[in-house]
């Protein structure tokens, strides 16, 4: 037992922040994947009525979304063949910047959120959405999608700032 304790304390902090960032950033897409999919399931399901938590602008709504994001329609086989090269290329692209937790938790979940849209495309030929915010109807995957293209927003610009800071205020990039 101590030898493997010994083993951990002699890998570099980085090593072992990069594991514990990679395993939380699963651990998180991979449960907000599930509860997306579970409703997707129930709500296919077991059609109802629509339930408001506040009428008409929040509640839950099944809409059956044979789009994209903000209506734009584009052939689902299309969307099929392109997602998963998509996917696997920002996964690369994650594996090879690792950044910070914020970038790797950010680009998890916008990877899992588009990874649970694809399955409902490869299901049902179309996305199910069911979470009705004012005027629009999403699922969890696409806040997922936006959340993590925030993150990652978010996360790039602090670490030019924070590098440009270190620099003694000058920016070293080019323009």
């Not at 998180?28 to 008409?56: A, E, M, R």
């Not at 969307?79 to 998509?86: N, Q, R």
């Amino acid at each position: 037992m101590q030898k493997k304790s010994l083993n951990k304390s002699l890998k570099p902090a980085h090593q072992r922040n990069t594991k514990t960032r990679y395993i939380v950033s699963i651990a998180i897409s991979g449960f907000l994947l599930l509860i997306d999919q579970w409703i997707k399931y129930i709500v296919t399901n077991h059609p109802k009525n629509p339930i408001y938590l506040i009428k008409p602008w929040l509640g839950f709504e099944h809409f059956n979304n044979p789009g994209i994001a903000f209506g734009i329609s584009i052939p689902n086989t299309i969307i099929v063949i392109l997602s998963p090269p998509l996917i696997f290329a920002l996964g690369y692209y994650l594996i090879k910047t690792n950044k910070t937790t914020l970038h790797t938790i950010g680009t998890m979940i916008l990877l899992f959120g588009a990874t649970s849209n694809l399955i409902d495309r490869i299901i049902f030929g179309i996305t199910i959405d069911y979470l009705r915010i004012y005027t629009s109807i999403i699922n969890i995957a696409d806040a997922m999608i936006t959340a993590g293209a925030i993150g990652i927003l978010f996360s790039d610009v602090y670490n030019k700032h924070t590098h440009n800071n270190k620099q003694g205020g000058i920016c070293t990039q080019k323009s």
